[in-house]
């Protein structure tokens, strides 16, 4: 009835990505979208261009104050005016540090609060796609872009675009300025101007695509660091030290190779330009010095004019490095718009309501859903869980076990066919009010680097110690709890290294137990468990199923012989369905799996 939503950002593959990577957007549109950023400090920024547009205006001071000290000062042997010029000069650079200070601070701020706001942005975004997005997808790579790419694009966004304003001033001021006093001169120094822009634009094209490329591998090796150290643990187990470090130095070392041909097209460009600069003050030089000796020139015109020559070879040299740190600015850029432009979960329809209290029942319709268009994993599916049943779903591996348990929190939309709680269709209900009542036990529970309390607490961030005390005693937590020397307060460390898996699994089960579900889904939740922290955590189980709708993913058929009801599952589609005696009568697929793993088991 409702089919699923398919959009091209469920497969599209972020840049870097062992999937490939999306074409580049158009520089002109990249840099539109970037500088928006800058709309809500655009008072901010105004500040500082004030005040860098005074600072640079002293800065054309100078050169006159120089001509003025060569043809009247020391000329006319005048003390007293040089004294004035000498307190002036003075005053003008005291104001320039002034001005300074004020451009630094309302810059910094600025960039500050981009960074800020713009992870904040990617952040929040990052929450709002779907599990796909992220199943698909480098944790490092993703990470990158939150952390590198972010300060790429803040130079770009503010230091470097003040600086790119001081020095087209400095240079506009000083060209004007020169045309004033020469026009000839002004002439000559436009004949280099084109070469240098066509230089500019030549090498801007790769200081972009090598600054992505450097980027795109930074994200792949970070990607590599946090894979092994956290499963650090296999690495040791399987003395793999040698290998890893072998993968990770030659991640480190593409990275070194494309940023050498980075740093390569930086060291050639910038010299270049500022011979092509410099080269122009030799020729106003050699054309100066003979219009000086013609008595066309006073030498206080010609030193103010080189000096003025000198102010516009900087900002060109400067142009040119600006130019190419803006291209990669831009670069870093189309990698964060990678994962903003990714497309968030279906949002709520406008017409969607808060579920009530649910009793639990739950239906599936015809329900068709693959993770690829092409590939579908659960087919023309139909089943119906009632209200406060234990449902175990066995099958072989990739049969859409797990599949089923992610439709039902909607973390996927189905492609065809209904899902419905308690008769409410989940495309016509709000999202949140749906998640809110369900709870996931996993086989390998997730817990965060905290505290004991803050990890059971997340199953209800405001319930108070004596409730969190309560679900930790009821799932068999409390007695290791208190035993530690900060008891609740005490750290678990990085996804819970810390503590053994059966104390990981019933803080995990204390979670559950703190949130009060009306549906539970247990995920293999004692396959990795020792036998008596297995039989902990069963007890723990089955207090927490009471009363409560309880899908049970199972690989070991033996924890499942008291289930209500056994779904089979083959192929994406329900092959038997019973009791666990009366699926042991049908000598079918469950059968064959039950005496198979009942075999296989020790005496």
Not at 434 to 445: D, K, M, T
């Amino acid at each position: 009835m409702f089919g699923r939503q398919r959009t091209a950002s469920a497969a599209k593959p972020l840049a870097g990505s062992e999937s490939g990577s999306q074409p580049n957007r158009s520089t002109a549109a990249t840099a539109r979208r970037l500088f928006s950023f800058l709309r809500p400090f655009w008072l901010f920024m105004f500040g500082a261009g004030i005040c860098l547009v005074f600072a640079s205006g002293t800065n054309l001071v100078f050169p006159w104050v120089i001509q003025h000290l060569l043809d009247s000062v020391f000329l006319h042997h005048d003390p007293a005016l040089l004294n004035r010029i000498a307190l002036l000069l003075l005053a003008v650079f005291a104001f320039s540090m002034l001005l300074g200070f004020g451009q630094n601070y309302l810059i910094s701020y600025v960039g500050e609060r981009l960074v800020a706001d713009l992870r904040k942005q990617v952040h929040a975004h990052l929450q709002s796609l779907p599990l796909a997005f992220f199943t698909q997808r480098q944790v490092g790579d993703i990470m990158s872009r939150v952390t590198t790419d972010v300060t790429r694009v803040q130079a770009g966004l503010t230091t470097n675009v003040l600086s790119l304003i001081q020095q087209v001033i400095t240079l506009s001021g000083s060209v004007l300025i020169i045309a004033l006093l020469d026009w000839r001169l002004t002439l000559l120094i436009l004949l280099v101007v084109p070469l240098i822009v066509l230089s500019a634009l030549l090498f801007g094209r790769r200081f972009r695509g090598y600054s992505k490329a450097v980027q795109d591998e930074l994200g792949a090796v970070s990607s590599l660091l946090e894979e092994t150290l956290s499963s650090i643990r296999v690495v040791k187990t399987f003395a793999r030290e040698p290998y890893e470090i072998e993968r990770f130095n030659s991640g480190v070392e593409r990275t070194f190779t494309l940023s050498m041909h980075l740093t390569r097209a930086r060291a050639f460009f910038s010299p270049l330009v500022s011979f092509l600069a410099f080269v122009s003050v030799v020729i106003v030089i050699w054309f100066g010095g003979t219009e000086v000796l013609a008595g066309r020139l006073t030498p206080g015109q010609l030193v103010s004019f080189v000096i003025y020559m000198v102010l516009i070879a900087g900002p060109v040299a400067q142009l040119g490095n600006l130019y190419g740190q803006i291209q990669e600015s831009l670069g870093a850029a189309e990698r964060i718009f990678e994962v903003l432009d990714a497309v968030p979960e279906r949002p709520d329809l406008p017409t969607a309501i808060a579920l009530p209290a649910l009793a639990g029942k739950i239906v599936f319709d015809h329900v068709s859903f693959g993770y690829h268009l092409d590939t579908p994993v659960l087919r023309d599916l139909s089943l119906t869980v009632s209200a406060g049943q234990t449902v175990a779903v066995v099958g072989p591996s990739g049969a859409g076990k797990t599949t089923i348990t992610g439709l039902i929190a909607r973390l996927y939309e189905p492609d065809r066919g209904q899902i419905l709680v308690d008769g409410y269709d989940l495309q016509e209900i709000k999202i949140r009010s749906l998640r809110e009542q369900i709870a996931l036990v996993p086989q390998e529970p997730t817990l965060f680097g905290g505290t004991i309390r803050e990890n059971i607490a997340y199953g209800r961030l405001n319930a108070t110690l004596a409730e969190i005390e309560a679900a930790a005693e009821s799932a068999h937590a409390a007695e290791f709890i208190e035993r530690l020397p900060l008891g609740y307060e005490t750290l678990v460390g990085e996804r819970g290294v810390k503590l053994s898996a059966g104390q990981r699994q019933r803080i995990a089960i204390a979670r559950a137990v703190l949130r009060n579900p009306r549906i539970l889904i247990l995920d293999e939740a004692t396959a990795s468990l020792d036998n008596e922290s297995e039989a902990l955590v069963q007890d723990a189980l089955r207090r927490l199923m009471r009363q409560r709708t309880t899908l049970v993913i199972a690989h070991r058929l033996t924890t499942i012989e008291d289930a209500d009801q056994i779904l089979v599952l083959d192929h994406g589609q329900i092959v038997e369905q019973g009791k666990h005696t009366e699926l042991l009568a049908q000598e079918g697929l469950y059968a064959r799996l039950y005496h198979r793993q009942f075999d296989a088991e020790p005496a």
